[in-house]
């Protein structure tokens, strides 16, 4: 009898303890149980309170030239994992190295900016539609399974190349200050917006883009930018050195 009773013990506080989300950041967890997500008050997140959950804004405007301000970055977001009905997650201006958003499965906007992110596990988040990382140090991303993208901002990262061939319901694409040499955007006709000034570009073709009616391409080395007949250039900006070529 008492061992059936040591075991129903034992056996209730590992199903408790199961029950809690590990968050081993404690800036982390702080920020959440603040923004109300514990309900039951035990200083725990519980799995089904994470359920419930559809928006995180974690994001920090910390200033280290503010001598008052209090440090709340965030340097991981393991945990994040169990908040599956997330549809917005916000954790910009944190100290995060690496982000697996993976099993976030209905995440439709993802803003993680100014962090020093260098990888970005976003495989699997088919749902996404507005992706903002702009800021940080990566140097692959893919985005082939991400064919819901309209929106995809990753100014002054690291990148050497960027496939967006399957995103073609992208509409806003902005790559400032990477190292990029080229870039394909014939399979985004719905393209309206297109940022790719502070690169390496040797060329630019958008004359499969009719939609464009921004286009920043500013100090890269091109001499040619090719473009639709009809297209007009009065929101168009680049190098001196580049011309307009008419197709």
């Not at 040591?6 to 590990?22: D, G, I, P, R």
């Not at 008052?68 to 997330?86: P, Q």
Request: aromatic content about 6%; hydrophobic content about 40%; overall charge negative.
């Amino acid at each position: 009898m008492k061992n059936l009773l040591l075991f129903l013990l034992f056996a209730f506080s590992f199903t408790v303890h199961a029950q809690n989300v590990n968050i081993p950041d404690t800036a982390f967890k702080q920020r959440l149980i603040k923004a109300g997500f514990d309900l039951n008050k035990d200083g725990q997140i519980q799995t089904s309170e994470a359920l419930l959950v559809t928006h995180i804004e974690v994001d920090s405007d910390y200033s280290e030239d503010d001598e008052d301000a209090i440090d709340d970055r965030i340097e991981s977001l393991e945990g994040i994992a169990a908040f599956k009905n997330l549809t917005k997650l916000n954790c910009s201006g944190n100290l995060l190295r690496a982000l697996d958003v993976s099993k976030n499965l209905k995440l439709q906007r993802l803003l993680c900016t100014d962090n020093r992110i260098a990888s970005l596990n976003i495989s699997s988040n088919i749902s996404l539609s507005e992706l903002y990382c702009d800021d940080n140090k990566i140097t692959k991303l893919d985005i082939s399974k991400n064919t819901n993208l309209t929106l995809l901002d990753c100014t002054r990262n690291e990148l050497s190349s960027l496939d967006v061939s399957q995103n073609r319901l992208l509409e806003t694409l902005n790559f400032v200050r990477n190292h990029l040499t080229s870039i394909d955007v014939s399979q985004n006709p719905n393209l309206m917006d297109l940022a790719c000034s502070y690169n390496a570009l040797i060329s630019l073709d958008i004359s499969n883009n009719p939609k464009i009616f921004y286009l920043s391409c500013l100090e890269n080395k091109m001499t040619k930018i090719y473009l639709p007949a009809s297209m007009k250039t009065t929101n168009f900006k680049k190098d001196e050195t580049a011309v307009w070529v008419k197709k």
